[in-house]
């Protein structure tokens, strides 16, 4: 199979200390190329991470005519930018979530994804996670019933005023940064959108971002979702979805260590620990997968993990949720 090339846009340490390392783990892609608007830089990188080119500017990463894909790990507010700058240089684009900080940006970059007949998906790299495909084909199986309820909470603790998580101007705050991954995977297991939500929204006073959001999104048939996400609380992250038959719980949902098993447990109605079953998911890296996945749509012209539309619908979900946080109302998605 074919390998195509990678060239990586910016130094950002999602994709120095992540992505880029789980890429290089892959016999099925080559990384060739990173780019920093400082050429040192980019150069300590490229050294430190055997990446054999190294570019003091985007622009030279784009104008390199041996990349195939380009991987956006730039700061929220320069998503739409620098992705549409690579559509237009003809190339497929991962770009970091959330790609949309307006919906409006969307129509946009779809005609151009189009029109320039290239690949462009939003990077959620749990979605290539074992466990989230283990997780959908227990919810519907015969034995879950039907799904009922999803509920998630994520946090981290940070309170750094130079971290682009708490500049708001960047899109920082926990609605975009991590509020995102339970909308996008209680889509994915609900398998459609949610008709109207609901969120209740704390600011930090300095920095002017959500740092402890709670939100309701209610899907066709009365079916909920139910959320907590913060900035500036105890590292915790627990996906429970509750089905008319059993329960499960995903223990490690969203930033599942690397080199380590994943586990998921299925309650299936008899509330003493003894009926607990656990399942237990081999390790691996996610990272690694999705680029391996993202590859595998453009060799194949298959659609992408995340598309595009899915991006969109984050971004108007997300959108609607502030708005209803400030309304204190339901809000229609």
């Not at 929220?76 to 684009?93: D, F, M, P, R």
């Amino acid at each position: 199979m074919k390998k195509l090339k990678w060239g990586i846009l910016s130094t950002a340490k999602i994709g120095t200390q992540k992505v880029i390392p789980g890429l290089l783990k892959s016999d099925q892609l080559e990384v060739h190329a990173i780019a920093s608007r400082n050429l040192k830089n980019a150069e300590k990188h490229a050294d430190t991470l055997d990446i054999p080119n190294a570019y003091g500017s985007y622009e030279a990463l784009l104008e390199d005519p041996e990349i195939d894909i380009i991987y956006n790990p730039l700061p929220n507010h320069l998503h739409v930018e620098w992705t549409a700058k690579a559509i237009q240089a003809g190339k497929h684009v991962l770009c970091e979530k959330p790609l949309f900080l307006d919906p409006k940006e969307a129509q946009l970059l779809i005609q151009m994804r189009d029109k320039y007949r290239v690949k462009v998906g939003e990077a959620f790299m749990v979605k290539s996670h074992p466990q989230w495909k283990k997780a959908f084909e227990i919810i519907y199986s015969k034995d879950f019933g039907d799904i009922l309820t999803y509920n998630a909470t994520f946090s981290y603790f940070n309170v750094d005023p130079n971290n682009i998580r708490n500049i708001a101007e960047y899109g920082g705050g926990a609605l975009w940064d991590i509020g995102c991954y339970p909308t996008m995977t209680s889509r994915y297991l609900f398998k459609e959108n949610p008709l109207r939500v609901q969120a209740s929204i704390k600011n930090d006073p300095e920095f002017k971002t959500d740092v402890l959001s709670t939100a309701i999104l209610e899907f066709p048939n009365n079916k909920k979702a139910t959320f907590s996400v913060s900035t500036q609380a105890s590292p915790y992250q627990r996906v429970h979805v509750l089905g008319t038959k059993m329960e499960l719980e995903i223990i490690i949902p969203f930033n599942a260590p690397l080199g380590e098993a994943t586990a998921m447990k299925i309650n299936t109605g008899d509330i003493t620990l003894e009926s607990d079953q656990w399942i237990e998911i081999p390790p691996c890296d996610q990272y690694q997968l999705q680029g391996e996945e993202f590859s595998t749509a453009v060799l194949n012209n298959t659609e992408v993990p995340v598309t595009l539309e899915d991006a969109y619908d984050h971004s108007r979900i997300i959108t609607a949720l502030f708005e209803a946080a400030k309304k204190e109302e339901w809000v229609k998605v």
